[in-house]
């Protein structure tokens, strides 16, 4: 600026802003407001979607997921409106690569396997995981925001509990979706939520666990450590009155971990008080394992008493490991596909199985079950993954003890809080899922990925810690970040949509006009063409339509019927049921070849199962041919899997109609 430029004209050109001070243009002053704000919105977005995801994506099926997911899907479309975020502390890039190589193989292998409607609730949950993980690792890295997730967190518990508390008041079939109930077959046992108490066992002994990490080493308030105490001790109760046994069993593995990860921390910190440390522990620790043993003992008891809790040789769990361990045998190294289990459970259902017992959907063992469906590939990604993430958190330990311990001279920090009561609560989490399925739901399966972010970028100062770079990891990073957020978007339009109007057309009263059911189901396939159990309940619809009519009115129905499940059949030929039900209507329009060929399908897909065998004997009843009837009602008499329908009343009737 020129000396000779008075003050006047130097103010009205902009040049200054006031005498002694160095002029800051607009653009820097705006650009920091806008981050902020964009920062917010993300927040926001994030932790509404979810708390939504943890109240109502409790159950492996996605009908509840959708809301939240949205949420959480255009918080993150927004956090990649900036391409460069202002990172408190920067992320480990090669968790990110192994998160992003494991990510990878899962969603190929979903969109590669063999029924799509199946595989679809695998990818859009890891979608899901994919911005909860990549949102806490990146745009949510600064403990301020983190906190916020934690308000989520012990909202979350709350809720749960509050649940837990009106079912244990005797009113077991509470729901908190309106006209909605639970059924009766866990009453005795909380499930808050959660429509099985399994999963809520597990999130809550992940959640007493990180709740504990949080308040002794956590920078908190007296008010705040109190409340998670409080919550933590809660929650260990909550687990006993869930009556899970792996549950118990992660909740101990869990205590065991913080319990070592404290003890290593005061070694190396404070070692003068590692003995006195070391006995509070175990005094601590002895107590609270009586106290809790008190509480799991009259569960387990009565758990005894009503006849639900089998001995060790009798659990299911085990015999259906079986089928999950062969399924994996047919596809070593690829697995069978996402979801496969499904079809593997009923079709190599062990003789073993009780005759009474529900075909499993679930291997009971996450980690048999990801060797079944994604084959020894896919589990060694997901290992080399936990250890990756595990072992980054553990250096932050190692660092702040030697290093960050060194200058602050205290031990606890927000960020230190985070790391130790992940740690904890995934050991928890990793130690239940050998027997139980908590990864399929997603409000666990979310809070594992959130947590997973927080030990992917655990608070390093900038130049403490060398990182190893990756290259283009970061900006994969960003790019998977916005691509799951579309995706999920996407999926929540069409499939989501798809969802809610099969749930329409199902919650019609039993009298309501077949019509409207059909409507529904229409709109369905239409927004999703795909979802083979669209057509399928459609055909039955349609059948149903068809019944008291007569053959000349019936037949355009029969005839829909026939498309919708030859198109059901084609996206899904591993479903028995609605092969079965296409060989009843070829039976009733004179196909009867086609309707044998649809049976033997069906056997095939259910071999040990009374349904199909008692479907081939009726084919043959109604064709009058009596000794093959007669065969195959008493092969249905063999099957190991039966049926509220008892043979013995048809295999009666056929001899009637034989007499005559």
Not at 244 to 271: E, K
Not at 387 to 397: D, E, K, T
Not at 433 to 448: D, G, I, R, S, W
């Amino acid at each position: 600026m020129s000396n000779n430029l008075s003050w006047k004209e130097a103010a009205l050109s902009g040049r200054v802003v006031a005498p002694g001070k160095a002029r800051v243009p607009i653009g820097d002053r705006v650009q920091p407001i806008a981050e902020k704000s964009l920062k917010i919105a993300v927040l926001v977005l994030f932790t509404v979607g979810l708390l939504a995801a943890g109240v109502l994506g409790t159950e492996t099926r996605l009908l509840f997921y959708w809301p939240g997911a949205a949420l959480m899907a255009l918080g993150a479309v927004a956090a990649t409106l900036k391409w460069r975020w202002r990172v408190a502390s920067p992320p480990s890039e090669v968790c990110l690569g192994a998160a992003l190589l494991f990510a990878a193989y899962f969603a190929g292998r979903a969109m590669t396997s063999p029924v799509v409607s199946w595989a679809r609730e695998d990818f859009f949950i890891l979608l899901g995981c994919g911005v909860a993980y990549l949102t806490t690792t990146i745009a949510l890295s600064h403990p301020r925001w983190r906190h916020a997730v934690l308000v989520v967190l012990v909202l979350l518990v709350m809720g749960n509990i509050a649940v837990g508390c009106i079912h244990f008041s005797g009113q077991w079939t509470f729901h908190v979706v309106p006209h909605y109930m639970r059924e009766m077959g866990y009453a005795g046992r909380i499930r808050g939520f959660f429509i099985n108490p399994n999963h809520l066992a597990a999130l809550l002994a992940a959640m007493s666990l990180l709740f504990v990490g949080q308040a002794l080493f956590g920078r908190f308030g007296a008010t705040w450590k109190l409340l998670l105490l409080f919550l933590a001790i809660a929650s260990a109760i909550g687990v006993a009155l869930t009556k899970s046994r792996g549950g118990i069993v992660g909740l101990g593995a869990g205590g065991l971990t913080l319990a070592v990860i404290g003890l290593i921390l005061l070694r190396r910190t404070m070692p003068h008080l590692f003995v006195k440390a070391a006995m509070g522990i175990l005094l601590f620790g002895g107590l609270a394992a009586l106290v809790l043993w008190g509480v799991i003992s009259t569960q387990m008891e009565q758990r005894f008493r009503e006849g639900t809790l089998p001995s060790a040789g009798e659990d299911p769990r085990t015999i259906i490991w079986t089928s999950a361990w062969v399924q994996h045998l047919e596809h070593p190294w690829l697995g069978a596909g996402a979801r496969m289990f499904y079809e593997g459970g009923i079709r190599l259902r062990p003789m073993e199985m009780p005759p009474w017992s529900k075909d499993p959907m679930f291997a009971h063992n996450d980690w048999l079950q990801a060797l079944a469906d994604y084959g020894w590939l896919g589990l060694a990604l997901l290992a080399f993954m936990l250890v990756v993430h595990l072992g980054n958190g553990w250096r932050y330990l190692s660092w702040f003890a030697s290093e960050k311990f060194q200058r602050s001279a205290s031990l606890s920090g927000r960020r230190l809080g985070w790391v130790v009561g992940c740690m904890a609560a995934l050991a928890a989490l990793l130690t239940h899922a050998v027997f139980e399925f908590h990864f399929h739901v997603p409000a666990v399966a979310l809070t594992a990925a959130v947590m997973m972010g927080v030990l992917a970028n655990p608070g390093f100062e900038r130049g403490s810690h060398p990182s190893r770079r990756v290259p283009g990891v970061r900006a994969l990073s960003k790019v998977a970040l916005g691509a799951c957020g579309l995706g999920l978007i996407c999926g929540a339009w069409r499939t989501g949509q798809a969802d809610y109007l099969v749930e329409q057309a199902m919650i019609l009263p039993a009298d309501a006009d077949a019509t409207a059911r059909i409507d529904f189901l229409s709109d369905a396939v239409g927004a999703d063409p795909d979802n083979d159990a669209a057509w399928h309940e459609r055909a039955l619809a349609e059948i149903s339509a068809a019944g008291g009519k007569s053959m000349h009115e019936a037949a355009p129905l029969l005839n829909a019927a026939v498309s919708d499940l030859e198109q059901s059949l084609l996206l899904n030929p591993f479903n028995g049921y609605p092969a079965l039900a296409l060989a009843d209507v070829y039976d009733v329009l004179g196909r009867h070849e086609d309707a044998e060929k649809m049976i033997l399908q069906a056997v095939q897909t259910m071999p040990l199962h009374v349904t199909p065998r008692l479907a081939l004997a009726r084919h043959f009843h109604r064709l009058r041919r009596w000794m093959e009837a007669d065969e195959a009602y008493l092969w249905a008499y063999e099957g190991s899997a039966w049926t509220p329908e008892n043979p013995y009343n048809a295999y009666m009737g056929m001899l009637r109609d034989a007499e005559k």
